[in-house]
């Protein structure tokens, strides 16, 4: 199985500044039909997750602007511009190319200072 | 929006069952792959199962292979996850979640949607 693997696991952030997630993969993400299933979920606290980006650097429908994602391979990056008080919660990644079965990173908690 | 409601958690001793179901609504269910993803307390995300719209693929974690059973009803936009032999580290919180794969039977789409989670709790 495909190992992501998150840094950093603790993030605290001033608001309005941005913040930044790294996910690793133990293989190339890269599909036999040349997409890259990697996606980004948000787990408010108390909440089920929910999508924030899809394919590397898509946006999930109502998703805000300040987030974005980028990456490619096997090294992925989740930003936010400028952080926001509902942005507090775990960040997952979780790849899709190698399935099954979908793997997921161990999670990064973002807090507020 | 896409609505999935999770029913059937509660406690249950070590070798027991338990049945959780999935009602969906606001999308045509049958044309989605369906999953099972599990949360331990204070843990990260684990896969458990999968089903395909038609019910033809159906894959499951190595650590519940043998103890589980997914399937759906599409007449009744439900999915459904049987869980027998408990083990004390199937105490988790269950989600349902769909995959983003419209009739077109691709998993690699990645999940899209999850529902609010139902408790399972083994203990005796």
């Known amino acids: 199985d495909v190992v992501m693997t998150q840094s950093p696991l603790s993030l605290p952030v001033t608001l309005g500044q941005p913040a930044s997630i790294s996910c690793r993969s133990s293989?190339?993400?890269?599909?036999?039909?040349?997409?890259?299933?990697l996606s980004w979920f948000l787990q408010r606290p108390g909440q089920s997750p929910r999508r924030l980006i899809y394919k590397v650097s898509n946006r999930h429908s109502g998703v805000p602007g300040r987030f974005s994602g980028s990456g490619s391979g096997t090294d992925f990056t989740l930003k936010i511009s400028r952080v926001e008080a509902e942005d507090v919660g775990v960040y997952y990644c979780m790849q899709a190319t190698h399935w099954p079965p979908f793997t997921f990173g161990q999670g990064t908690k973002l807090e507020i200072k | 929006e896409v609505q999935l409601v999770e029913s059937g958690g509660g406690l249950v001793k070590p070798g027991g069952s338990l049945r959780l179901s999935c009602a969906a609504s606001?999308?045509?269910?049958?044309?989605?792959?369906m999953n099972w993803v599990r949360q331990a307390p204070g843990k990260g995300l684990e896969w458990v199962s999968s089903i395909s719209g038609s019910s033809n693929s159906i894959y499951y974690a190595d650590s519940v292979k043998g103890r589980f059973t997914i399937s759906r009803d599409n007449a009744k936009d439900s999915l459904y996850l049987q869980m027998d032999s408990l083990r004390a580290e199937d105490t988790a919180v269950y989600y349902c979640?769909?995959?983003?794969?419209?009739?077109?039977?691709?998993?690699?789409?990645?999940?899209?949607?999850w529902g609010q989670g139902a408790l399972v709790t083994v203990s005796s």
């Open positions: 293989q190339s993400l890269v599909s036999s039909d040349g997409n890259t299933y």
């Open positions: 979640a769909r995959v983003g794969d419209y009739g077109d039977y691709d998993p690699r789409q990645g999940i899209d949607y």
């Open positions: 606001r999308f045509t269910f049958s044309y989605y792959t």
